[in-house]
């Protein structure tokens, strides 16, 4: 896999992660807080997506910003990425809407380029809230623009997909466990129809309500063309240990903030990294009080 490709796999899934758990205002999450930590912050993960889609009314803007380095015989390859999301609700929190605009800046085997992407859309359904004895459960599908640059290796030159199965559980006062699996196609890459499957799975762990520390698992086994036209598949797998912090606002509004290391544990993931992460969500409308 190469680092370009690693890195926007990163950025990705930190970018479709939705934005409320399941509550209908940051207030409602403070004052569940007092009781169970766990749920104070129950959105902004950083590689594994949360099973929780956007509260009504509630608009979050996300930037992520990406540094990985792989290590070579030669000079070493390094990406620079910087991913904007905004998620969107779709008049309830049953449906949510996304998108997902990174830029990249790369230097892989001694030559430099930087540009777009490709860009998603997205789509998730609620289809099962938290219970007592149910976990969260909101599929999403994406659709990958073919806006990047290929000759470049910033794109794939073709209209992708993508499907992604989260799951959420808060399972004591202070924990939450995470589950992700899914696919992404991509036809007709240099005569190939290129799919890709990932797994992955993040332990939450509230110290404070606003405080959280967490550690975080992605496999992916990705396949690409060489350059003698064959499709290869390789293994990419990355743990990164991390924390977040949240700040309330007047009005409801929140900034949350936080910091991970992904480190690569096989050869095609990139040996270590930053993670960088800046969350802003406030309302965009209130239901008139009746």
Do not use: C
């Not at 240990?241 to 544990?265: E, K, M, S």
Request: net charge negative; no cysteine.
């Amino acid at each position: 896999m190469t680092l370009t490709k690693t890195l926007l796999s990163l950025v990705l899934f930190s970018a479709t992660i939705p934005a409320m758990a399941g509550r209908d205002s940051l207030s409602a999450l403070e004052k569940a807080s007092s009781e169970r930590p766990a749920e104070a912050v129950q959105d902004n993960s950083f590689l594994i997506e949360e099973a929780y889609n956007q509260g009504p009314g509630v608009v979050q803007h996300i930037l992520n910003i990406v540094h990985t380095r792989q290590r070579q015989a030669g000079p070493d390859d390094n990406a620079w990425s910087f991913v904007f999301t905004q998620e969107w609700p779709l008049f309830s929190q049953t449906h949510q809407l996304s998108y997902t605009l990174p830029y990249t800046f790369l230097d892989e085997g001694g030559r430099s380029t930087n540009g777009i992407e490709d860009i998603s859309l997205n789509y998730r359904l609620q289809v099962l809230m938290e219970s007592e004895t149910l976990p969260a459960f909101a599929p999403r599908v994406s659709l990958i623009l073919p806006t990047g640059d290929e000759e470049d290796g910033l794109g794939n030159d073709t209209l992708g997909y993508q499907l992604n199965l989260p799951v959420s559980k808060i399972v004591s006062d202070r924990v939450t466990l995470h589950g992700n699996a899914g696919a992404t196609l991509l036809p007709d890459v240099n005569g190939h129809d290129l799919v890709n499957y990932h797994l992955g799975a993040s332990a939450i762990y509230a110290v404070t309500p606003n405080f959280n520390l967490m550690l975080e698992a992605l496999a992916e086994w990705d396949e690409e063309v060489d350059d003698f036209g064959h499709a290869d598949r390789e293994a990419s797998v990355v743990i990164s240990p991390g924390f977040r912090y949240a700040f309330n606002h007047p009005g409801d509004a929140q900034t949350v903030i936080g910091l991970a290391a992904p480190i690569g544990v096989t050869s095609a993931a990139p040996d270590f990294g930053v993670f960088i992460y800046a969350s802003f969500e406030h309302f965009f409308h209130r239901a008139k009080a009746r």
